[in-house]
């Protein structure tokens, strides 16, 4: 069964903080994993996706095939940063089907 | 481009009624997805459109329904509402059917059924 599990429902840090925002995953074969935000009032956007390797607002993702987890990370959390994160693979088997964790609510403290 | 647009933004309906919702995808994309989204969960996919015709359907019963239109516009319909369809349903748009597109979504209609 595909399932995507994100355990925290909130992920309360102060500013300068390190965070890390976990994300498991169970899904056969290798599907392409998303992060995408959800700013207060904003549209669903994306954050970052794994194939690309980018950095995007000091975030990074590294995937762990063994473990089947794509954890989000930043060393330094800034206020800007509060808002829900849903990890989400990508199923493509003929059409795309995203597949979203429940999201985990990140609210940065000045 | 004004991106991924949907209307109306909020609508609230009884039990019994029908809905359409409607969608238009970024200029250029061909594909439409629609997604369901409960109260402190995370979407989920309803179906996807391509070149007009249904490519994907989630777990939803046949009360949902979709037709993609020759402009790649989108109506989400929903038939015999019940409270436990009360959602915000997105629309997302991509170039292609399948692979690793990268889904872009629109702001969402928030149904409320009593």
């Given at each position: ?110 | ?10 609508l609230?309906k009884?039990?019994?009624q029908h809905v359409t919702l ?54 989400l319909n929903v038939n015999?509402l019940?409270?436990?369809d ?25 149904l409320?059924?009593?």
């Open positions: 069964a595909q399932r995507v599990t994100q355990p925290e429902k909130l992920l309360s840090v102060f500013k300068g903080a390190p965070v890390e925002l976990k994300c498991n995953y169970s899904y056969s074969g290798s599907p392409e994993l998303f992060w995408y935000v959800q700013y207060s009032r904003q549209r669903l956007q994306l954050l970052l996706r794994h194939i690309s390797r980018e950095s995007i607002k000091g975030f990074t993702a590294d995937l762990n095939k063994g473990e089947t987890s794509f954890h989000l990370k930043k060393p330094f959390a800034q206020e800007e940063d509060s808002a829900m994160y849903y990890c989400a693979p990508l199923f493509s088997g003929g059409y795309n089907k995203l597949i979203f964790g429940a999201g985990t609510r990140l609210a940065v403290h000045p | 481009d004004a991106g991924v647009t949907q209307s109306p933004t909020h609230i009884t039990r019994g409607r969608c238009s995808p970024i200029s250029g994309h061909k594909s439409v997805s629609w997604y369901q989204q409960v109260l402190g969960q995370g979407p989920q996919f309803i179906f996807q459109y391509y070149e007009k015709e249904e490519r994907g359907r989630g777990n939803f019963p046949d009360r949902f329904s979709a037709r993609q239109f020759p402009n790649y516009s989108s109506e015999a019940l409270l436990g009360s959602a915000l349903y997105l629309c997302a748009s991509t170039k292609g059917q399948a692979g690793a597109n990268v889904l872009t979504f629109g702001a969402g209609s928030r409320t059924v009593l």
